[in-house]
T-cell receptor
Framework: TQLLEQSPQFLSIQEGENLTVYCNSS?????LQWYRQEPGEGPVLLVT?????EVKKLKRLTFQFGDARKDSSLHITAAQPGDTGLYLC????????????FGKGTLLTVNP | SAVISQKPSRDICQRGTSLTIQCQVD?????MFWYRQQPGQSLTLIAT?????????ESGFVIDKFPISRPNLTFSTLTVSNMSPEDSSIYLC????????????FGQGTRLTVV
């Protein structure tokens, strides 16, 4: 069974601060996805990383896929209250396996 | 992208009863996925529903408790049977994007409370 360990589980910061969320596994994933979920809504895809060492930027969000494709990080610069939500990483193992393995999530609260 | 409509968005049910959740997609898809998200937790896959065949259930989930229908390529239902308070969760349906496994689209979820 593949597991994705996500940390921290909870994070409460002030507006303007920077933060990093980590997603780690002992397994190799062919791709890894980051989602954000707001209360009362389903998760919404932020980014997919596929290549080891890949870095993708989405405005103030920077996503990195580890060289060995076992881990990933999400860095938010100058966090804003609108960034508040549950951040989930999810990995796909590749081949004919269509299933996604989700981490437990990081609940981020950005206080004004 | 796929637009997924899920109904009901929330419900409060008596223990021992059953609730059927509907999921409608705006395009034809081969597989639809049903997840459970317990309070403050991540997503756990319940089953995968293929049109024209029986759903494939994950370990810990059985058809008698969570029967699934998939009558066509745009629609599926999940029933939570003989409910207990432990079934209180958010239930989500999901489909893959066009490049299978590189993205997933979710309905808004059904928040179920069993009393």
């Amino acid at each position: 069974t593949q597991l994705l360990e996500q940390s921290p589980q909870f994070l409460s910061i002030q507006e303007g601060e920077n933060l990093t969320v980590y997603c780690n596994s002992s397994s190799v994933f062919s791709s890894l996805q980051w989602y954000r979920q707001e209360p009362g809504e389903g998760p919404v895809l932020l980014v997919t990383v596929v290549t080891g060492g890949e870095v993708k930027k989405l405005k103030r969000l920077t996503f990195q896929f580890g060289d060995a494709r076992k881990d990933s990080s999400l860095h938010i610069t100058a966090a804003q209250p609108g960034d508040t939500g549950l951040y989930l990483c999810a990995g796909k193992s590749g081949g004919s396996n269509y299933k996604l393995t989700f981490g437990k999530g990081t609940l981020l609260t950005v206080n004004p | 992208s796929a637009v997924i409509s899920q109904k009901p968005s929330r419900d409060i049910c008596q223990r021992g009863t059953s609730l059927t959740i509907q999921c409608q997609v705006d395009s034809q898809v081969t597989m639809m996925f049903w997840y459970r998200q317990q309070p403050g937790q991540s997503l756990t896959l319940i089953a995968t529903a293929n049109q024209g065949s029986e759903a494939t259930y994950e370990s810990g989930f059985v058809i008698d408790k969570f029967p699934i229908s998939r009558p066509n390529l745009t629609f599926s239902t999940l029933t939570v049977s003989n409910m207990s308070p432990e079934d209180s969760s958010i239930y989500l349906c999901s489909v893959d994007g066009p490049f299978r496994g590189t993205e997933a689209f979710f309905g808004q979820g059904t928040r179920l409370t069993v009393v």
